[in-house]
């Protein structure tokens, strides 16, 4: 018999074990082959080497009519069929069982197949070594990923009595060579070992799920989750699984049973295994160059609807996870949490009442008006109290429809107090929605409900980042004369993501809409529509425009008109740049924005801008220095997150990409620059730094090297040439949906002395020495920049020597050549 006919013939039907999967201490067995088949099984046995294993596997991976979980369990009903193969000898009173995921039936292409060799107690080692190594060698020769051990039943046991990961993977075995009893045994003893201790282990299962929350961060909302082991994933559902099985109380406790999960862990276990298939490795999180060929080959539409789904997948698994885990704390003798407490409402509310520790419906409260459904949820936000499953039903079935138009007064505030509640908002927004709820009074909602962004600069999809900001818009609530106003245009700043138009531009629309039927008026609403158009303003204008040019205040006043608007961008601008990404809101972006925000407010106020720099005073050391030597002198000024560095040198044309590219050699960043020429032709450049991986450079050696490319003693050009062709092979940009592309704009609009060169291309080494060369070789002189690296793409933006406009397509078109712009064609600018 072929050894694949075998495989099938002697593998345990995954249909008769299905029905067991879900009952934790349940081993499947198959009953003693006959002599003769035995025979057959060890010829099989000897002809199933390494190359044979690779040889089915990659042949049922390709299959294209397999995928997902069925996919996965042709994988592990193929893998029993290897087992019984190679264990098919066992002597009497040994056994190879499958534990842990693999126990269950179904694997990935890259999931370990975690096994037990089980052997009577007191085997000597030699004879332990032999068996194991004739089952796990040709495995382990295929590449196929084992994850092999040997124990007797009692030495297992005592390992599990001390080891979180042994005792629960003995909690499910099933049977796959040997004698069937044995694997019966450890799973017996196993689960009455677990339920010895119930909140011991318990409060371990709590401990590792935190640790795991803690690294991977909420699959429900991340851009890139993992599918296994972040918050909602599939681990989520392993635990409670296991802690299901320390007793009956905790069954009770989970209130609906684990069978309601099994629609989440298919959708999730399906992306895992096709992304392991796709990638051709292991590997549970889901980046973003990977989801389009997951989502083709599931059938979904495209990425963006298999993340839906995926997150709301992961919504239902954490929902169940978390009530578990509450419920679960009134019944141990001492709370899992460290200062718990016993839940109380912030303020009473009639008709809502704590029982245990969630909020329920009493039957008293005006749940036709729809104020109440909104003065429900701000009370549990702020109270910090989720609502009950029963609540969350009886307010989908009680709530208008179609909720009157305009809102009422009464109900317009409920909503801003539910905006207004902090951290808590997210949670308690995201239980409505489940409902949806939110939505129903917020029909724009549904768009951006789970909806990715096609980008790394975020980290979260968008209706986690808009909740997101709007829990950080409530801790800035203070600093503003209008905190209602605030907390609205968190909410909608990016309400128009997902459309093929500027997300600015349908978000405007959107907001004239939503803003009359929320009840506001016209000046509240023209409010709140000019912050959701340039919520962008003052990030991108402080870390990409010249903020000692008066031209560049003046224009942020002309767009926003008053201080109170001002001061509401401000506070949106930082609720907003946190909660994008840990790399959104450094120190000195703060420092810039507040700059920035000074400065448009003094013209608000009629004030007169800023004076220009007075270069002679300003670096008066460093100049006399440059005329006593006439040579490059350098200057720097450490501490901090920043360090700066000033160059003085007899000005000349290509001075500031000889200095830029000196830095490159020396593993410095670059994040700003700006440049200055004094009466007597001494320039003067300053570099806003951060330090490279070793630290602070040798400015000694740093200095000479500008000197040595000044006096042409050192190739520059050939140097750096190098270094990129010996990292192009270990550089990986970062990932993207969308590949950069190189696009140059030029503009006079953006001050009245000079012209703004504004640069994007693809991430590389050396990208700021070859963009500023390329200006110089054009003859722009570069007077300052500001260097960014968003994700994937450079965004340099130089203020050159002022052109007349009517050359601007000419330069355009050059700089878009020189950069190697295929056909002078730029592509489309991200927002």
């Given at each position: 018999?072929?050894?694949?006919?075998?495989?099938?013939?002697?593998?345990?039907?995954?249909?008769?074990?299905?029905?067991?999967?879900?009952?934790?201490?349940?081993?499947?067995?198959?009953?003693?082959?006959?002599?003769?088949?035995?025979?057959?099984?060890?010829?099989?046995?000897?002809?199933?080497?390494?190359?044979?294993?690779?040889?089915?596997?990659?042949?049922?991976?390709?299959?294209?009519?397999?995928?997902?979980?069925?996919?996965?369990?042709?994988?592990?009903?193929?893998?029993?069929?290897?087992?019984?193969?190679?264990?098919?000898?066992?002597?009497?009173?040994?056994?190879?069982?499958?534990?842990?995921?693999?126990?269950?039936?179904?694997?990935?292409?890259?999931?370990?197949?975690?096994?037990?060799?089980?052997?009577?107690?007191?085997?000597?080692?030699?004879?332990?070594?032999?068996?194991?190594?004739?089952?796990?060698?040709?495995?382990?020769?295929?590449?196929?990923?084992?994850?092999?051990?040997?124990?007797?039943?009692?030495?297992?046991?005592?390992?599990?009595?001390?080891?979180?990961?042994?005792?629960?993977?003995?909690?499910?075995?099933?049977?796959?060579?040997?004698?069937?009893?044995?694997?019966?045994?450890?799973?017996?003893?196993?689960?009455?070992?677990?339920?010895?201790?119930?909140?011991?282990?318990?409060?371990?299962?709590?401990?590792?799920?935190?640790?795991?929350?803690?690294?991977?961060?909420?699959?429900?909302?991340?851009?890139?989750?993992?599918?296994?082991?972040?918050?909602?994933?599939?681990?989520?559902?392993?635990?409670?699984?296991?802690?299901?099985?320390?007793?009956?109380?905790?069954?009770?406790?989970?209130?609906?049973?684990?069978?309601?999960?099994?629609?989440?862990?298919?959708?999730?276990?399906?992306?895992?295994?096709?992304?392991?298939?796709?990638?051709?490795?292991?590997?549970?999180?889901?980046?973003?160059?990977?989801?389009?060929?997951?989502?083709?080959?599931?059938?979904?539409?495209?990425?963006?609807?298999?993340?839906?789904?995926?997150?709301?997948?992961?919504?239902?698994?954490?929902?169940?996870?978390?009530?578990?885990?509450?419920?679960?704390?009134?019944?141990?003798?001492?709370?899992?949490?460290?200062?718990?407490?016993?839940?109380?409402?912030?303020?009473?509310?009639?008709?809502?009442?704590?029982?245990?520790?969630?909020?329920?419906?009493?039957?008293?409260?005006?749940?036709?008006?729809?104020?109440?459904?909104?003065?429900?949820?701000?009370?549990?936000?702020?109270?910090?109290?989720?609502?009950?499953?029963?609540?969350?039903?009886?307010?989908?079935?009680?709530?208008?429809?179609?909720?009157?138009?305009?809102?009422?007064?009464?109900?317009?505030?409920?909503?801003?107090?539910?905006?207004?509640?902090?951290?808590?908002?997210?949670?308690?927004?995201?239980?409505?929605?489940?409902?949806?709820?939110?939505?129903?009074?917020?029909?724009?909602?549904?768009?951006?409900?789970?909806?990715?962004?096609?980008?790394?600069?975020?980290?979260?999809?968008?209706?986690?980042?808009?909740?997101?900001?709007?829990?950080?818009?409530?801790?800035?609530?203070?600093?503003?004369?209008?905190?209602?106003?605030?907390?609205?245009?968190?909410?909608?700043?990016d309400i128009g993501k997902g459309h093929t138009r500027d997300h600015s531009e349908v978000g405007v629309e959107l907001a004239r809409r939503i803003m009359p039927r929320l009840g506001f008026g016209t000046a509240d609403t023209d409010t709140v529509v000019l912050l959701v158009r340039h919520h962008l303003l003052l990030a991108e204008t402080a870390t990409r425009r010249d903020l000692d040019d008066p031209r560049t205040a003046a224009n942020v006043a002309a767009a926003?008109?008053?201080?109170?608007?001002?001061?509401?961008?401000?506070?949106?601008?930082?609720?907003?740049?946190?909660?994008?990404?840990?790399?959104?809101?450094?120190t000195w972006k703060r420092v810039l924005v507040d700059r920035l925000t000074s400065r448009v407010g003094a013209r608000l106020d009629g004030e007169r801008p800023v004076p220009t720099v007075d270069v002679e005073e300003r670096f008066a050391s460093l100049l006399a220095a440059a005329r006593r030597r006439r040579s490059v002198v350098m200057e720097h000024d450490t501490g901090g997150e920043f360090l700066r560095l000033r160059f003085a040198a007899r000005d000349r044309?290509?001075?500031?990409?000889?200095?830029?590219?000196?830095?490159?050699?020396?593993?410095?960043?670059?994040?700003?620059?700006?440049?200055?020429?004094?009466?007597?032709?001494?320039?003067?450049?300053?570099?806003?730094?951060?330090?490279?991986?070793?630290?602070?450079?040798?400015?000694?050696?740093?200095?000479?090297?500008?000197?040595?490319?000044?006096?042409?003693?050192?190739?520059?050009?050939?140097?750096?040439?190098?270094?990129?062709?010996?990292?192009?092979?270990?550089?990986?940009?970062?990932?993207?949906?969308?590949?950069?592309?190189?696009?140059?704009?030029?503009?006079?609009?953006?001050?009245?002395?000079?012209?703004?060169?504004?640069?994007?291309?693809?991430?590389?080494?050396?990208?700021?020495?070859?963009?500023?060369?390329?200006?110089?070789?054009?003859?722009?002189?570069?007077?300052?920049?500001?260097?960014?690296?968003?994700?994937?793409?450079?965004?340099?933006?130089?203020?050159?020597?002022?052109?007349?406009?009517?050359?601007?397509?000419?330069?355009?078109?050059?700089?878009?050549?020189?950069?190697?712009?295929?056909?002078?064609?730029?592509?489309?600018?991200?927002?």
């Amino acid at each position: 018999m072929p050894a694949m006919a075998l495989c099938a013939h002697t593998s345990t039907s995954h249909t008769a074990f299905k029905s067991q999967q879900h009952r934790c201490g349940t081993a499947s067995t198959r009953p003693a082959a006959p002599t003769r088949t035995l025979a057959r099984m060890a010829r099989a046995a000897a002809a199933l080497d390494g190359a044979t294993i690779k040889r089915q596997r990659a042949e049922l991976v390709a299959r294209a009519d397999l995928g997902g979980e069925p996919l996965g369990i042709a994988l592990a009903d193929q893998a029993d069929g290897w087992f019984a193969i190679l264990g098919a000898d066992l002597p009497d009173g040994w056994a190879l069982v499958a534990t842990g995921g693999y126990a269950r039936g179904v694997v990935c292409p890259g999931s370990d197949l975690d096994v037990v060799l089980l052997h009577p107690n007191g085997t000597s080692d030699a004879r332990v070594r032999k068996a194991a190594e004739r089952i796990w060698y040709p495995l382990w020769d295929s590449g196929v990923k084992l994850s092999p051990a040997t124990h007797s039943v009692k030495s297992l046991l005592a390992l599990a009595g001390s080891d979180l990961h042994t005792a629960t993977t003995i909690l499910e075995v099933r049977s796959l060579a040997g004698d069937p009893a044995l694997g019966d045994e450890l799973r017996r003893r196993g689960l009455a070992q677990w339920r010895r201790k119930p909140a011991r282990g318990l409060r371990q299962l709590l401990d590792a799920s935190r640790e795991r929350w803690a690294r991977w961060g909420d699959v429900s909302s991340l851009l890139e989750p993992n599918l296994k082991d972040g918050r909602g994933g599939l681990r989520d559902r392993d635990a409670l699984r296991w802690a299901v099985a320390a007793g009956d109380e905790f069954a009770d406790a989970l209130e609906s049973p684990l069978a309601e999960l099994d629609g989440p862990c298919h959708v999730l276990f399906a992306a895992r295994c096709e992304l392991h298939r796709a990638t051709g490795r292991p590997g549970d999180v889901l980046v973003l160059q990977e989801q389009d060929p997951v989502a083709a080959a599931l059938g979904y539409g495209d990425a963006d609807e298999l993340m839906r789904a995926v997150a709301e997948a992961a919504r239902a698994i954490d929902w169940a996870h978390d009530r578990f885990w509450r419920r679960i704390d009134r019944i141990v003798e001492r709370p899992l949490w460290p200062g718990h407490r016993s839940p109380s409402l912030a303020e009473p509310l009639a008709g809502l009442a704590v029982i245990g520790d969630e909020l329920h419906l009493t039957g008293t409260g005006d749940s036709g008006d729809p104020a109440f459904l909104f003065e429900v949820a701000a009370a549990a936000a702020r109270s910090d109290i989720p609502l009950s499953r029963e609540a969350l039903g009886a307010l989908a079935d009680e709530a208008p429809r179609v909720p009157p138009v305009p809102w009422s007064e009464r109900t317009r505030r409920a909503f801003i107090d539910l905006l207004g509640a902090g951290d808590a908002t997210v949670p308690t927004v995201e239980a409505l929605e489940r409902h949806d709820l939110f939505s129903r009074f917020l029909p724009e909602w549904r768009h951006v409900r789970s909806l990715p962004q096609r980008n790394v600069y975020h980290r979260y999809n968008v209706d986690r980042h808009l909740l997101r900001t709007v829990a950080n818009a409530a801790a800035l609530m203070r600093r503003v004369a209008r905190p209602d106003l605030l907390l609205l245009a968190a909410l909608l700043h990016d309400i128009g993501k997902g459309h093929t138009r500027d997300h600015s531009e349908v978000g405007v629309e959107l907001a004239r809409r939503i803003m009359p039927r929320l009840g506001f008026g016209t000046a509240d609403t023209d409010t709140v529509v000019l912050l959701v158009r340039h919520h962008l303003l003052l990030a991108e204008t402080a870390t990409r425009r010249d903020l000692d040019d008066p031209r560049t205040a003046a224009n942020v006043a002309a767009a926003l008109g008053t201080a109170e608007r001002l001061e509401l961008l401000r506070a949106l601008t930082e609720a907003d740049s946190i909660a994008t990404g840990p790399s959104a809101w450094s120190t000195w972006k703060r420092v810039l924005v507040d700059r920035l925000t000074s400065r448009v407010g003094a013209r608000l106020d009629g004030e007169r801008p800023v004076p220009t720099v007075d270069v002679e005073e300003r670096f008066a050391s460093l100049l006399a220095a440059a005329r006593r030597r006439r040579s490059v002198v350098m200057e720097h000024d450490t501490g901090g997150e920043f360090l700066r560095l000033r160059f003085a040198a007899r000005d000349r044309s290509g001075l500031f990409a000889s200095v830029a590219g000196t830095l490159v050699l020396h593993r410095v960043d670059v994040t700003s620059a700006d440049a200055w020429t004094t009466s007597d032709g001494i320039a003067v450049e300053e570099f806003l730094v951060l330090p490279g991986p070793g630290g602070e450079p040798a400015y000694d050696r740093l200095e000479a090297d500008v000197a040595e490319v000044l006096a042409g003693r050192l190739d520059l050009a050939g140097r750096l040439a190098a270094r990129v062709r010996n990292s192009r092979q270990r550089y990986q940009p970062a990932l993207s949906a969308s590949a950069a592309r190189t696009d140059v704009r030029v503009s006079n609009d953006a001050s009245d002395s000079a012209t703004l060169v504004d640069v994007r291309l693809p991430d590389g080494p050396a990208v700021l020495y070859q963009v500023a060369a390329t200006l110089s070789a054009v003859g722009l002189d570069i007077r300052s920049a500001k260097i960014a690296t968003l994700g994937h793409e450079v965004v340099d933006v130089f203020y050159v020597s002022r052109i007349p406009t009517d050359h601007h397509p000419h330069l355009r078109a050059t700089l878009l050549a020189r950069l190697g712009a295929p056909d002078g064609v730029a592509g489309e600018r991200s927002n």
